[in-house]
Nanobody, 116 residues
Framework: VQLQAFGGGLVQPGGSLRLSCVAS????????MYWYRQAPGKQRELVAT???????NYVGSVKGRFTISRDSTKNTVYLQMNSVKLEDTAVYYC???????????WGTGTLVTVSS
């Protein structure tokens, strides 16, 4: 299974962007999907989680601004980013979790640059 994120780009502070991530191939037993990000010079951090029953969770810095959603029929997870800030600049990746297996292989991220 390959993960490919896209939809990044240059956005002004306060603007919006919608990221998508497609998983090629079928994944059995997934109980959660995630969005991570890695800013320059920093470690990768978990940004948002969505479980198979639709429960969502966010890191504090994006709560109320970002929304994670998924379309299981398309093996796609989305991240709606609103009111973006300079500190949201990062490469964004998606991943999934399978109990007993862990995270999938990291795929291609998408760069989000917030700048005026």
């Amino acid at each position: 299974v390959q993960l490919q994120a896209f939809g990044g780009g240059l956005v002004q502070p306060g603007g919006s962007l919608r990221l998508s991530c497609v998983a090629s191939g079928s994944i059995s037993g997934v109980n959660a999907m995630y969005w991570y990000r890695q800013a320059p010079g920093k470690q990768r951090e978990l940004v948002a989680t969505i479980t198979t029953n639709g429960t969502t969770n966010y890191v504090g810095s994006v709560k109320g601004r970002f929304t994670i959603s998924r379309d299981s029929t398309k093996n796609t997870v989305y991240l709606q980013m609103n009111s973006v800030k300079l500190e949201d600049t990062a490469v964004y990746y998606c991943n999934y979790h399978v109990p007993g297996y862990g995270l999938g292989d990291w795929g291609t991220g998408t760069l989000v640059t917030v700048s005026s």
